[in-house]
């Protein structure tokens, strides 16, 4: 698919994330997918799954031969919740054991977390950063990264 071609399939996935949002009101965002984010202008063009479980864990730090800066949302926030659920397959309390087993063993630390309203404006001016947000508050800044080669909305997604 070309570039052009992306872009106009993001923005019609995100204006349908918006209308159902302003259609049902905020329990919409409860249903919206997640959206993976990186900068405009980053060289990744998708992730798979594994990989970004293993980023957001500490286990790995590049990607397509870059290192790359994880970012989280804050801890006990529902989009956050629904990441580690969907990403890391654990719930609040168990990131939180993992992190302080992590510290106990000498190894890298959690990634850093960026308020939610900032999350997509700090990932468009980090080189290297990876977020993530609801499809709704993806701006111009960014590019939604496919996972597993499935964007936002496609059948098979898989970050809910």
Known sequence: ???????????????????????L????????PLAVIVPKASWLSGVSLQELRRVYQGELDSLGGRRVLPLNQPPRTEVRERFDRSVLKMNAEEVARYWIDRRIRGRSGAPKSVPTRLMAPVVAKLPNSVGYVTLSAVNAGVK????DGRLPGEPGYRLT
Do not use: F, K, N, S
């Open 1 to 23: 698919m070309t570039t052009e071609g992306m872009h106009r399939r993001h923005l019609l996935l995100h204006l349908g994330a918006l209308t159902g949002y302003l259609l």
């Open 25 to 32: 009101g905020q329990d919409a965002e409860a249903a919206e």
């Open 144 to 147: 939604i990264l496919p996972v």
